[in-house]
């Protein structure tokens, strides 16, 4: 039988540490509404979507009560646009993205993802339709996200699109340029993308899924700073198994949520995404855990070293907790969307270079990051480019969601409200990659073997 | 389905007949019961059985954080599942 001790320690990290479940996203399929008519594909997956998810809210509240377990928030992730709208005579998607956004606001969720392509090899003419698309349709819509993989392990880097989300970018920045450039914060581009991501602004869901599923993603870094602050000063073999250890606590929770809303749903139970996601809230930081670990601020030298134990042991926790693992799976290092990392940034400890490096073991990448508005295109390409580039040799998913505020210069704070943040404006390294990034094709997939 | 109560706050008289009461006004029956008293702190976890509850579980929740906002403490039901997926293999 429980413990008081047991229940005592749950409820404190809930109460104190912050745990929650940080997402349920319901997965939907609409490759079954495909339409040559672009106003019957629009009416079709509004009616798709907001049947299946009709009672996502409800169920999502009513788990957060019985259980005692906050849920922050309810999602849906679709079928890539670029995929479900190829059938449609048009050269415009942003009536879908509209689409997308009624239904979302009528079920209730905070944001729906997939208005997405897949162009790591090529793209085609659809493909081309939805990119030129997204900066109207994120300027138009609130909760529509918006991602493109541009690159895969398997297939290497398409630079022809990593050139043209620069400029996408830039653009989705100046159409939202008076309410600082927010819309970039729900575009990302991503390298080895997964097809079951229920965190935003990635998810999409992928051609491999069933009609519908349910994803959860897990958090907590609040309970794993707590669990280290017991342990103070003891040395590494102590620390690692004070991370997995909470690691697998957090996920058991995650894991019956997810169980019980796939029930109530009527829904498959997809997977479990074992990330550790901060938010702004005081003690919700992964800065934090890394300066619990001995680290005067994010970015010193060891913070690369701390991150991948945090990371690594994360997901050796996690794994052992959920039958299915998937997603994202390890510490999200968003900038804006995290006290301590804010704090480094603006201590001076952390650069746009180290956050370069710690995305080599974190588990995305370049994240909420906001810099000058007017930097070039061809800069963000390169920023971009890198990314992808220590993805697809890594064999590791890495994105870049980076946003150049519009009017605004290093030193400059922009504020995007809720769970988004504020951000100082970083310094981006303007020697000109111009020549390198104009040279369009691609870069061929990489050797799998000699790993030097 | 069963369900995990605590209740934790500052001691008084009649804190447990309270919870008690109301638990058997709606046929919700206790099986087992801990308590403590640390420096004046009452802590309190109690196990119940809902399934002849003439209530549903949500009123229930309200109800007994409701009753705990009169008496000064933190009541809060939750079922018994969260913990033992966290603690139990």
Known sequence: ?452 | MRGIITVVGKDRVGIIAKVCTLLSERQINILDISQTIVQGFFNMMMIVDLSNSTENFEKNEEDLKNLGNEIGVVIKLQREEIFNSMHRI
Do not use: W
């Open chain 1, 1 to 452: 039988m429980i413990t008081r001790l047991e229940v005592q320690e749950t409820n404190k990290m809930i109460e104190e540490a912050k745990l929650d479940v940080r997402t349920i996203t319901l997965g939907i399929s609409l490759q079954d509404c495909a339409d040559s008519d672009i106003n019957r594909f629009n009416q079709k997956i509004y009616d798709k979507i907001t049947k299946t998810a009709e009672h996502l809210v409800k169920t999502g509240e009513e788990i957060e009560k019985e259980f005692g377990i906050p849920i922050v928030n309810k999602r849906i992730s679709v079928t890539p646009i670029s995929i479900a709208a190829a059938g449609c005579q048009t050269d415009s998607y942003v009536s879908v993205a509209h689409a997308l956004d009624r239904a979302a606001k009528q079920v209730g969720v905070n944001f729906i993802g997939g208005f997405s392509a897949l162009v790591q090899k090529g793209s085609n003419p659809s493909d081309e339709i939805l990119m030129n698309s997204i900066p109207q349709a994120l300027a138009e819509t609130e909760r529509v996200c918006s991602s493109v993989n541009l690159a895969t392990t398997r297939s290497g880097i398409n630079m022809d699109a990593v050139k043209k989300m620069g400029r996408i970018i830039k653009q989705t920045a100046q159409n939202t340029k008076d309410k600082d450039s927010i819309g970039c914060a729900k575009l990302v581009v991503f390298c080895n993308a997964p097809e079951d991501n229920p965190f935003m602004a990635g998810a999409f869901h992928g051609v491999g899924e069933r009609d519908c599923v349910v994803n959860v993603g897990v958090s907590g870094p609040g309970v794993v700073k707590k669990a280290l602050e017991a342990v103070r000063g003891k040395d590494f073999e102590t620390l690692c198994e004070t991370v997995k250890k909470t690691a697998f606590k957090i996920t058991r929770v995650g894991q019956l949520v997810a169980q019980e809303a796939a029930k109530r749903l009527n829904v498959p139970f997809g997977i479990i995404d074992l990330s550790l996601a901060p938010t702004p809230a005081i003690g919700d930081s992964i800065a934090e855990i890394l300066e619990e670990m001995g680290l005067e601020n994010a970015g010193a030298p060891g913070t690369t070293a701390a991150l991948a134990l945090l990371n690594d042991n994360v997901k050796k926790g996690g794994v052992m907790a959920s039958s299915y693992v998937g997603g994202l799976s390890g510490a999200f290092i968003p900038v804006s969307e995290d006290q301590g990392m804010i704090r480094a940034v603006e201590a001076g400890a952390l650069t746009l270079e180290k956050l370069e490096a710690m995305t080599c073991v974190c588990s995305v990448g370049l994240d909420m990051i906001a810099i000058p508005g007017d930097t070039s295109e061809e800069t963000i390409s390169g920023i971009i480019a890198d990314e992808m580039a220590i993805g697809m040799i890594n064999g590791k998913t890495t994105a870049v969601r980076i946003i150049p505020v519009i009017g605004k210069r290093v030193g400059d704070i922009v504020e995007f409200g809720g769970l988004l943040g504020y951000a100082p404006i970083m310094p981006v390294n303007n020697f000109s990659c111009r020549d390198f990034i104009h040279r369009g094709g691609r870069i061929p997939a990489p050797i799998h073997s000699f790993k030097n």
